[in-house]
Each structure stands twice: as C-alpha cells, then as structure tokens.
C-alpha cells in the first residue's frame, strides 16, 4: 500500500488562489512508479475527479477546473501539487489525492478512469483537506 498525506487546504476567497501538496510514503512507493491525482467531494454530492498526471507527467482536467488548476510534480519524486487560481464558490469540497499504480505506461486518461473506480477505503486514498471559497 501506499499512503498518502494532503495538506494546504483553507479557506479562501472566490477569485483566489491555494495550493494543495500530496506525499506519498509507504513500502509500495518505490517499487512501482505512479500516477497520482486529485477528486473532489462537496457535501451532498459525489466524489468528483479533478485532475491526474501520469508517470510522463503530462496532466489531464475535469472542464470544470480547466485553465484554472495546475497539477505538478515536486522536485520531490513523491509530491504532487495542484495549484487552483480563481477559485469559485463551487469549489468548496473536501479534497483527496490518490494513486495508481502504473506498470504499463498508462496515460492520465486512463488513470483518471480507475481512480474513478478505486473504493475510497481500498488503501489509495488519503484523508483529505478541507478547501472554503467563501466571501
């Protein structure tokens, strides 16, 4: 397994911006390279994928966020990053970061789509960070 720690999340104003970071640790991660992403859940609604980036590094985003968020990879093999500017009221959520193995060379597209079908308690998860876009 792998685990994997969010943290950045807080409140901001709508037109602002946060950055959020993910570290994975954990016996798994130097055994398989990884593809990693962001989803995001707001109360009532289900678990939406924001963003991944596969082993090349080449990103992929949910239209919604798109021209707006950033994800990137740490100079820190494991940490992955999403920058989200102009932020929107809509983007309050509790956000998580999640992992895929990858042992084919899968493109972020296609990450996305098992990530959407990873169980939140399989063990690819983390906890999650609280983003606010309030006034």
């Known amino acids: 397994q792998v685990q994997l720690a969010e943290s950045g999340g807080a409140s901001v104003q709508p037109g602002g911006s946060l950055r959020l970071s993910c570290v994975a640790s954990?016996?798994?991660?130097?055994?398989?390279?990884?593809?990693m992403g962001w989803f995001r859940q707001a109360p009532g609604k289900e678990r939406e994928g924001v963003a991944a980036?596969?082993?090349?590094?080449?990103?992929i985003y949910a239209d919604s966020v798109k021209g707006r968020f950033t994800i990137s990879k740490d100079n820190d093999k494991n940490t992955r990053n999403l920058q989200m500017n102009c932020q929107e009221p809509e983007g309050t959520a509790m956000y998580y970061c999640?992992?895929?193995?990858?042992?084919?060379?899968?493109?972020?597209?296609?990450?996305?789509?098992?990530?959407?079908?990873?169980?939140?308690?399989?063990?690819?998860w983390g906890q999650g960070t609280q983003v606010t876009v309030s006034s």
């Open positions: 954990g016996d798994a991660i130097n055994k398989y390279k990884y593809c």
């Open positions: 980036i596969d082993t090349a590094g080449s990103p």
């Open positions: 999640t992992a895929v193995a990858d042992r084919v060379g899968l493109a972020a597209a296609q990450a996305l789509e098992i990530m959407h079908r990873t169980a939140p308690d399989s063990g690819y």
